[in-house]
């Protein structure tokens, strides 16, 4: 849909749209849209007005995006989209204006959509010490993103880790915004007895870390000094890793599953390992492009780790994430442990796979005495 990008918007939720200034051919003189239920499912109403004549059509969020894309593409050269986090205004199909939100939140008969972990207008002390919201539970327009991220983050956490006591280790903690939403889930909220260390190689960030949890109260969450590969902490159920650069990703994955880990959080990044290794003539058209070889690279990485982690006993998948700078680093490998045998028929997939690729991936060299010859 050229330059504007609706996916995204819509997922901030769309509260209302006003589509103006119309075209001279187009057959309407105005459309809006809102969200309403039907059926207890989101739909978004579209009010065509073509004169004194008005129609409606009710639309599922992937027909909206297309049929809004549309109108704003061939029919009007103003639209004012609206979300809790945003106005934007597009000008002539193209031009962007994002502006601070205006608009009311939709009200919805029966929303059923689904509820978020982290709800605007409940104050949450992390995120509010963080400046993500306000005092009074109010999200910051300019962190909207980051809010959605810990959301997001939260809902693929609670669908797999157990609710019983548990140790945490989340390697490459950095800022540590997802490592405080991970306490607050967990230990606030569902009351578990939880131990997560977070840890960096940057002492200044891992001062900081610390003195924010000690100023909220948060006696679970500790924060060291270390490198991922020489950590000699206690074995952690749970093994979180998120954009810990190029192979860090292979040695957090390592540590968990030489602690037999219970479920894995790893959302690589940088994956530059395998970039100067892939080789095979049949792809010569992709691989000779730089960006494609890159972001091929990485995918190649990141199947090559999750295909590992099956053959060690773990059922991996890999799940679109946020992220909020890079969109190619958006995937999670979310593995939960399943088997402790290790499955030789995985291997082998893998190995026809490394072998076509010619590839020597960091975690099967880390794994070698772990896997099946
Ligand atoms: C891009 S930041 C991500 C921070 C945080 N996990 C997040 O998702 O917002 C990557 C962090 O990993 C840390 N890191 C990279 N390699 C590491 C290693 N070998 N041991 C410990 N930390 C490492 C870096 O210092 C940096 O803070």
């Excluded at 569902?190 to 260390?197: H, P, Y």
């Excluded at 991922?228 to 599953?257: K, M, N, Q, W, Y």
């Excluded at 090559?304 to 490998?333: M, P, S, W």
Aim: glycine fraction near 6%; include cysteine.
């Amino acid at each position: 849909m050229g330059a504007v990008e609706l996916k995204p918007l819509l997922e901030e939720g769309l509260s209302r749209a006003v589509l103006s200034k119309p075209r001279r051919d187009s057959p309407y003189s105005k459309v809006t849209v809102r969200p309403v239920i039907v059926d207890e499912e989101l739909r978004y109403q579209f009010e065509y007005r073509q004169g004194e004549k008005v129609t409606h059509a009710n639309l599922l969020p992937l027909e909206a995006e297309a049929a809004l894309a549309e109108l704003i593409r061939r029919d009007f050269r103003q639209a004012l989209l609206q979300t809790p986090a945003h106005d934007y205004q597009v000008l002539d199909g193209e031009k962007v204006l994002r502006r601070p939100p205006t608009g009311k939140p939709a009200e919805l008969a029966h929303d059923r959509r689904k509820r978020r972990l982290l709800e605007e207008g409940k104050p949450v002390p992390f995120l509010v010490e963080l400046g993500v919201m306000t005092p009074d539970g109010k999200v910051r327009a300019q962190h909207y993103d980051k809010f959605r991220q810990v959301n997001r983050f939260l809902e693929l956490v609670d669908d797999v880790v157990p609710r019983r006591s548990l140790r945490i280790v989340d390697f490459g903690s950095g800022k540590s915004y997802l490592t405080f939403a991970l306490y607050h889930l967990l230990a606030v909220e569902r009351g578990l007895d939880v131990d997560i260390v977070g840890l960096d190689l940057k002492e200044d960030v891992i001062e900081r870390c610390g003195a924010l949890a000690h100023t909220l109260g948060y006696e679970g969450l500790r924060f060291e000094v270390g490198d991922i590969a020489l950590f000699e902490g206690a074995p952690a159920d749970v093994v979180v890793s998120l954009h810990a650069c190029d192979t860090a990703t292979d040695a957090a994955l390592e540590r968990a599953v030489r602690w037999r880990s219970e479920v894995i959080l790893a959302v690589p990044c940088c994956q530059h390992e395998l970039y100067g290794q892939v080789h095979d003539n049949e792809l010569e058209p992709l691989l000779s492009h730089g960006i494609l070889r890159e972001r091929f690279a990485a995918l190649a990485t990141d199947a090559a780790r999750a295909q590992l982690l099956g053959v060690v006993g773990y059922d991996a998948q890999v799940i679109e994430f946020v992220d909020l700078e890079h969109t190619a680093k958006n995937l999670l490998i979310r593995a939960v442990r399943k088997r402790d045998s290790v499955e030789t028929a995985a291997m082998e997939r893998y190995r026809i796979f490394k072998e076509r690729l010619g590839i020597d991936a960091a975690l099967e060299r880390a794994l070698a005495d772990v896997l099946p010859a």
